[in-house]
């Protein structure tokens, strides 16, 4: 069987350094890694629509910012098929199809979509596509066959939906589509970073992330306001780093060679947290380490994104064959789906039959 991927983010902004360390830093791991027969990454606008349909020109705006983030961080469009959703017309059709094989009590359990609709305030009334989106996102990942489908952990409820529709499906028609795994991020500190602010969940719509695509000194301003421990109130006392938002962007973004770097009193970062921990170590220094360490992690990205924005006509170039590749790959696995439903009515005379 072939190993293939399916990801991607929605356009709703620039991409932040939550989606990286979630997601894109490993895209680019596995895409290099030659392990992998097709990697399709989504540009996901017809779901960012689900909840901004009347705001369209928000999603259209940010497809090349979305686009602009990925070529910085490294996706290569010679390995990785960079597509854009809507131009994929088999995705609604399969969407269609997949609805009648989910519950609406089903739906309403999932964990995803139940603080999604909290978070947006969607509880008196939510739009139905917004409602359907676990099974447009099975949709998805059916369309291209994919294996592995590597996310954030707050994905993993969306991931046990698709599977679930995929055991339905080919129960009722015949074995005809491939059942996904996930990939989680293997630094546990990656899962989910939260936002500077501390709130769990880092969000545009909140305000509290740091973008891949940001300035230094918007870095800096940012990382120096982060909320830590609340009760280490001065230097001395004795700090908690569990839920302290500076130890967790130093547990996912710090390489060892950046304390010989930024901070030689310190071997490593178990040194560091136990200084802290015992107190003595104030916040204002560990906060301007991990501002050098976002800067020496940034840099690159934000150098790879200014090179790309002045060669913005091939990124469209880029999006539009790869959309044509997926297009291709997706009406493949429509026609098994319409074969195995029996629905092919036009192919070999098969409404007489």
Known sequence: ???????????????????????????????????????????????ALTDNAEHPE?????????????????????KSTIFIQSMIPQLTELTFYYMNLVTVSRVQRNPTVKAEIQMRNFEASIPVGFFCYPISQAADITAFRATIVPVGEDQAPMLEQCREIVHKFNAVYGETLTEPEIMLPDNR???????????????????NCIYLS??????????????????????????????NPVFIYLDAFCRPEYFEQFLPEYANLDELKAHYQRGGLGDVKVKKFLNNVMQEELRPIRERRKEWEKRLPEVCEILRKGSEVAERKAAETMADVRRAMKIDYFEDGNLLK
């Open 1 to 47: 069987m072939k190993q293939i991927i399916l990801t991607g983010d929605r356009p709703t902004g620039r991409l932040h350094v939550g989606h990286y360390v979630g997601s894109l830093k490993g895209r680019v791991a596995l895409q290099n890694s030659g392990r992998f027969d097709e990697i399709y990454i989504m540009i996901a606008d017809a779901q």
């Open 58 to 78: 928000k999603v259209r705006s940010n497809i090349l910012q979305v686009a602009l983030d990925y070529l910085a961080c490294g996706i290569d469009p010679a």
């Open 189 to 207: 500190a990656c899962l989910r970073l939260p936002g500077t602010d501390g709130k769990a969940k880092m969000s545009k719509s909140l305000g």
């Open 214 to 243: 940001e300035e230094p000194e918007e870095i800096r301003q940012k990382v120096m306001s982060m909320y830590t421990d609340p009760l280490h109130i001065r230097a001395q006392d004795p700090g908690h780093i569990e839920d």
